[in-house]
Structure formats: structure tokens, C-alpha cells
């Protein structure tokens, strides 16, 4: 059962605010809310744009709403150059950044399987070369691993779509840790999935999970041995700021070594594509919507 009844008073948090309003600037927002029937209502749009969180007073209007109350928030791997309107979200050109992620899913009552296959991740990526540009985030019952969107270079991301380098990066990762499609390691009681996509979002820091009343925290690889789940309680959390962090560069030599294996996203440009080609998606979606 939900309880949303310290919620709003998480949200109104100035940390809270700061934390959920930096990590979503420029990207496409998604929100859970509970409406007076109780039922949880997901929306990605707003007076038919997509929903961005730019300023606490647009947080906090959420937060004021007499017809839903805000429960959880979500922005996508993508960071856009503009979001006015639906087309500019699914604009391959309007793609500026995008933040690898591999989903770590598992149960809450495994969460030290979770921690392994984390471990494994954050591990091999140092291995690479990325010291600085990793951070983890415990959603409630998994974790996301990240590697921050400006780890790529300018140069690199000239010669390559964010996503392409995002997509392959986390494949590959993947395939050499023998996290394959469908796969479950560690006793099976871990997945780890491949959800880079057009426009897939994931927990924001310190939002609420939708159902189970914890905390979505980050960490640094390094707190990953130290991790409980007392760390994920509401009013109590844990959280590291250091999320920010990162070393512009520090990604390419993986995200090259990536791209040539296994070429980039399927539907947007990679070479091997086996969809119809991204432009024509879009405009097929556009005549729908």
C-alpha cells in the first residue's frame, strides 16, 4: 500500500529540490502521481508538452495540485537542446548528451546480489579508464550504474550520436561481463538489462520509488562495499553529491572500443540497424499521435 502523506514534505526540501532540479535540466521528465482515487497515474506531458522541471516553481506546482499528489519522478537518459513540444523529443538531432545506464534488477530482499553485479560493472569500467565519471543509483528494488553524459569528449560526440555511443557502451559492458539478453547471473536473482532507448527514463535522485517508501540515493562505485539498504529510508537516506562528477574524455577509449563491436542503437543509425530507419519511425509516430 502507498503512503504518500511525507512526500510533500521531502519534495519541499531545498536539498531535495536542488538535486531532482539539476539532474533533470534538460531532459524529458516523467512523474507518478496518486489521484483521489488512490490510483497511481503516470504522465510525460503537460497541456500536451513534454514535462520538464526547470525551477522549484515548477516543481512545486506539481506539489500544489488539489488533483493528484506527486509521488515519484523520472527524466530520460537523454539530454535535449530544446523541449517545447512532443517533436522535439523525438528529434535524433535535439539529442545533445545521453548517460549510459545499465539496469541492475532485483528484489530489495537480494540487495547484496544487487551490490555484486554492480561491483562487477563499476569494476570493469575502472579497469577501462573511468575513474572519476561513475556513480550508482539505488532505485528501491535495483540500482542503476551510470556513466555521466560529459565523460565523452566534444570531438567524440561530433563523430558520434549520444545515444549510439550510450546504447553500444552499455552493450558491450554487457556481453564482456556475460550479462546477456534474457540472462540472469548471480543465482538468479539479478538481471542486468540494456534499456537504453528513444525515450526511456529512469528514477531521479532522492525521488520516491512509485510503490515502496524509500528513496532513490546515489553513491560512488567505492560505497558500493559499505551500502545498507538503512540508506534508501526516507528522512534518514544517505545520499553523495558527488554524482556530479566526471572527466570529459575519460569515456572514449571505451565508448570507440564499444561502437566498433557492437556498432550503435538499432533504430538510430547504428550499423546494425535491423528497424526501419529512426526518421521514418518518427514521422510514422507523428501521423499517429
Known amino acids: 500500500m502507498i503512503k504518500n502523506g511525507f512526500c510533500s514534505e521531502h519534495y519541499l526540501r531545498k536539498d531535495v529540490q536542488r538535486e531532482i532540479l539539476e539532474f533533470c535540466d534538460s531532459r524529458w521528465v516523467a512523474i507518478h502521481c496518486i ?14 508538452k513534454p514535462i520538464t522541471l526547470r525551477s522549484t516553481d515548477e516543481m512545486e506546482r506539481f506539489l500544489e495540485s488539489e488533483e493528484s ?4 519522478i523520472y527524466a530520460t537518459a537523454n539530454i535535449y537542446g530544446v523541449l517545447r513540444s512532443a517533436g522535439d523529443v523525438y528529434n535524433p538531432d535535439n539529442i545533445i548528451f545521453c548517460t549510459p545506464t545499465w539496469d541492475v534488477d532485483g528484489d530489495i530482499s ?10 562487477k560493472i563499476t569494476d570493469f569500467l575502472r579497469e ?10 539505488w532505485s528501491g528494488n535495483g540500482c542503476h550504474v551510470h556513466v555521466h553524459e560529459r565523460a565523452f569528449s566534444k ?5 558520434y550520436h549520444p545515444l549510439d555511443l550510450a546504447y553500444s557502451m552499455v552493450e558491450y559492458v554487457r556481453r564482456k561481463l556475460r550479462f546477456l539478453d534474457g540472462g540472469i547471473n548471480l ?3 539479478v538481471k542486468v538489462e540494456n534499456r ?6 529512469f528514477t531521479c535522485p532522492l525521488s520516491f520509488h512509485r510503490r515502496l517508501n524509500v528513496v532513490c540515493i546515489c553513491m560512488k562505485p567505492e560505497d558500493l562495499d559499505r551500502f545498507n539498504p538503512r540508506w534508501i529510508h526516507p528522512g534518514c537516506f544517505k545520499h553523495n553529491h558527488e554524482w556530479r562528477e566526471y572527466s570529459e574524455g575519460e569515456a572514449d577509449g571505451l565508448a570507440v572500443e564499444a561502437y566498433r563491436a557492437v556498432g550503435g542503437y538499432p533504430s538510430a543509425g547504428g550499423r546494425k540497424r535491423k528497424n526501419m530507419p529512426l526518421d521514418k519511425q518518427i514521422i510514422k509516430w507523428l501521423r499517429r499521435w
Open 187 to 189: 543465482n538468479m536473482k
Open 196 to 201: 537504453m532507448d528513444f525515450s526511456r527514463v
Open 69 to 72: 499528489r506527486l509521488r515519484s
Open 128 to 137: 577501462e579508464g573511468l575513474e572519476r565519471s561513475v556513480y550508482v543509483k
Open 155 to 159: 570531438s567524440l560526440i561530433g563523430k
Open 35 to 48: 489521484d483521489k482515487s488512490g490510483k497511481l497515474v503516470f504522465r510525460r506531458y503537460l497541456d500536451g
Open 110 to 119: 537480494e540487495w547484496r546480489e544487487t551490490v555484486k553485479a554492480a561491483k
